[in-house]
């Protein structure tokens, strides 16, 4: 089996859905002769014509509103929004009209579109391209919200989400394109060519959404994460030495409860963590959750691990950005508690 990048993953989904529905179109910024910031889409539109993928102007509600319409009849759009930073000004067409179109219509419209954005820090991007926005989608009833961790599942979801008759907002950690990086910037990051989950199956195949991914089994806490944090978790678990089960969520909404309440149930402790800032962040509602069906098998408070309540900050990156040694300390806590 082949081994591919994140980026190479997310290209061969759009390449194969393309290949296999005249209906799928992609467009956005910079995205057709240029192939991307991310190179995402490199050779697409070589391969499958101008008006399959091409160029959108600077107007992200513009590209969002597009489509829309696109898929109110009855095309596939799979539109990408050159940083999630960028997704502000569409966020009106995405709430008002994208997550409504289904209810509004009593099920005679759908909108089958799916919004790519590069999200997340670690790049020394600064507070306008590293920003991890999830949490305003989870709160839309009408969209569901996906974030990848191993180009494996980038694929596989990536396709899922394509096919879906609803609005998928798909989330791409930019730290994890080349490579499954750990929280450890001051060392080379393994790449995915020499890593097992970057093994991509070059056909068709898909990932149900709303299914989480044991990622390490354990019975001495849980570790819910999702994105980049993944691989810190692990990171953070095997340089502790703590037994912790990691769950890799993939998908924030719909969610994978049932995983979450078997695991915690058996560990009785439970750690979270995400990039984006701590107050409000989609950490707050799993630990709602986890409170809410797993009181009973709780041995000690649920932590949380997150970055600040500031913004991005460019010269403390990796103060902000949770490592191996801030989710390793939580562990800690959470086993003495």
């Not at 109110?72 to 997550?99: H, R, S």
């Not at 056909?203 to 944090?229: D, F, L, Q």
């Amino acid at each position: 089996m082949a081994r591919m990048t994140m980026i190479e993953a997310v290209r061969s989904a759009m390449d194969v859905s393309m290949a296999r529905d005249e209906d799928v179109v992609v467009f956005g910024e910079d995205v057709g002769y240029f192939g991307g910031v991310f190179r995402c889409t490199q050779g697409l539109q070589a391969k499958y014509g101008k008006t399959r993928c091409f160029d959108a102007p600077i107007s992200e509600s513009g590209i969002v509103g597009t489509a829309i319409g696109m898929a109110a009849y009855g095309l596939k759009p799979c539109v990408e929004i050159q940083f999630a930073d960028y997704m502000y000004p569409a966020y009106d067409q995405l709430t008002q009209e994208a997550a409504r179109i289904r209810y509004r219509s009593n099920g005679d419209f759908t909108c089958p579109i799916v919004v790519r954005m590069p999200t997340g820090g670690g790049i020394f991007g600064g507070q306008t391209h590293s920003q991890s926005p999830e949490a305003l989608f989870t709160h839309v009833c009408g969209l569901k919200v996906v974030v990848p961790s191993t180009p494996y599942d980038a694929k596989g979801l990536l396709i899922s989400a394509i096919e879906d008759p609803d609005p998928v907002m798909f989330l791409e950690p930019k730290r994890l394109y080349n490579g499954p990086f750990d929280g450890h910037h001051e060392r080379p990051v393994t790449a995915w060519s020499r890593h097992e989950l970057g093994e991509v199956p070059d056909g068709h195949y898909t990932i149900p959404i709303g299914k989480a991914e044991i990622r390490r089994k354990g019975s001495g806490v849980t570790v819910i994460a999702y994105g980049t944090m993944v691989h810190v978790a692990l990171a953070a678990t095997e340089e502790t030495g703590i037994d912790a089960e990691v769950i890799d969520l993939r998908s924030l909404l719909p969610l994978d409860l049932e995983t979450i309440v078997q695991s915690v149930s058996k560990t009785g402790r439970c750690v979270v963590v995400h990039e984006a800032t701590l107050t409000s962040g989609f950490g707050a509602e799993l630990v709602a959750l986890v409170q809410e069906h797993c009181f009973y098998h709780l041995e000690a408070p649920v932590v949380r691990v997150t970055g600040w309540d500031t913004p991005y900050p460019h010269a403390q990156e990796w103060d902000y950005f949770p490592g191996p040694a801030r989710v390793g300390r939580a562990l800690a806590e959470a086993m003495e508690g």
